[in-house]
């Protein structure tokens, strides 16, 4: 095959999972490539806040040798929750006290660590897959949209819910949950915003009814990061145009007519182009049979409904998919065998609880379901 090179391991997608096993095979002396469609670090801005949990994002962190960079990330006071009704009455106010073990940090901040810790060249940027072969034995073509080809001994799909590596494995697409966020931001809020900054407070604002509700971070230099959640038809979305960003906050304010104003301004007053992002998830159940030379992590392997575990599961696939080649390095099956054994039952739990989270909060007995489940962590 002319002008193809051949990668032993080929992950597809720069998040923080494919960075993860990236890092964990480099610790190990193995060496992989990162393929990633986006053409640079910098193409697209990385979300908000994300908490990472002691139990499995940190501990991928510490296989990966950088849990004490990312400790230096930590913002003081993100750990704090603060549940309002819709007249923006005060039912429970959690302090951050420094012990519950989800400090948060920046998303691209988190990313950032990630790729200064790998060789140079270990990410590739502006490789967008066109197209991928089997040529038997667990090998695998790669055609990338700019005409480069690779063939590859392992590839990992870790590019994401619309992953073009599982249908290598099982071709299940997410479906669409019945809820989508609309996302905004306020910035220099403790001094433009003051009444919308005190309701938010130092951490996380949740103000939810029944089918809506808004959900506010703070993050550093006095942001507020809003996502405003709406149990609507796909369709009610697709007939915004959220380019006219006067005419989509209007029509998303008015969902919440009747709430405090403090709390509708987090929508009105939104100083950023709103953008929606429609939930999909994949099947509680979603597994795959055992193919040669291919497997999935993160949300390429279980999308899930956003329960605060995303990213923290994504990390920990890829440092348990680094670990388990690493122990098996002349066996890439056995590897994959012994990864997979426990990221199903893993995912499945955790997909099934992300769907017990999202009934909480936007269920029939929100907002008590909620103060119900933060009286029981």
Do not use: C
Not at 65 to 81: A, V, Y
Not at 105 to 127: A, D
Request: proline residues 6%.
């Amino acid at each position: 095959m002319p002008n193809t090179t051949h990668t032993p391991i080929a992950i597809i997608g720069a998040g923080l999972g494919g960075l993860t096993l990236a890092r964990v095979l480099h610790i190990h002396g193995i060496k992989s490539v990162v393929y990633e469609a986006e053409v640079s670090a910098n193409a697209r801005t990385q979300g908000g806040m994300l908490d990472i949990h002691d139990h499995n994002g940190q501990l991928a962190l510490k296989d990966a040798g950088i849990h004490d960079k990312f400790l230096e990330l930590i913002m003081p006071g993100g750990q704090s929750s603060r549940v309002l009704d819709k007249n923006g009455n005060v039912l429970l106010d959690s302090p951050d006290d420094g012990t519950g073990g989800r400090p948060e940090v920046k998303r691209g901040e988190l990313r950032r660590i990630l790729l200064e810790s790998l060789p140079e060249g270990t990410v590739v940027w502006g490789h967008k897959i066109s197209s991928i072969t089997p040529l038997g034995q667990g090998k695998h073509q790669l055609n990338f949209a700019n005409g480069t080809t690779i063939t590859t001994d392992l590839l990992v799909g870790a590019e994401g819910a619309w992953s073009k590596v599982r249908p290598l494995l099982r071709d299940v697409k997410p479906t669409y949950s019945g809820t989508a966020f609309i996302e905004t931001y306020l910035h220099d809020a403790d001094t433009r915003h003051p009444a919308s900054a005190k309701a938010v407070g130092s951490g996380s604002l949740f103000a939810i009814i029944e089918g809506k509700g808004i959900l506010a971070h703070r993050e550093p230099n006095a942001v507020l990061h809003t996502y405003v959640a709406l149990n609507k038809p796909a369709e009610w979305f697709n007939n915004i145009d959220f380019t006219n960003k006067a005419q989509a906050l209007t029509t998303i304010a008015n969902e919440f007519q009747n709430w405090a104003p403090e709390l509708k301004a987090l929508i009105t007053d939104g100083e950023s182009t709103p953008v929606a992002r429609p939930l999909y998830t994949l099947p509680t159940n979603y597994e795959w049979p055992r193919v040669s030379g291919v497997t999935l992590i993160g949300d390429a392997a279980h999308l899930m409904l956003p329960s605060g575990e995303g990213a923290n599961l994504a990390m920990l696939d890829g440092a348990e998919l680094g670990k388990a080649i690493a122990a098996n390095p002349n066996n890439i099956e056995a590897a994959l065998e012994t990864y997979e054994k426990d990221l199903f039952p893993r995912s499945q739990t955790e997909t099934k609880e992300a769907q017990r989270i999202h009934e909480i909060l936007f269920g029939p007995n929100a907002p008590q379901s909620l103060l119900n489940f933060f009286r029981e962590v």
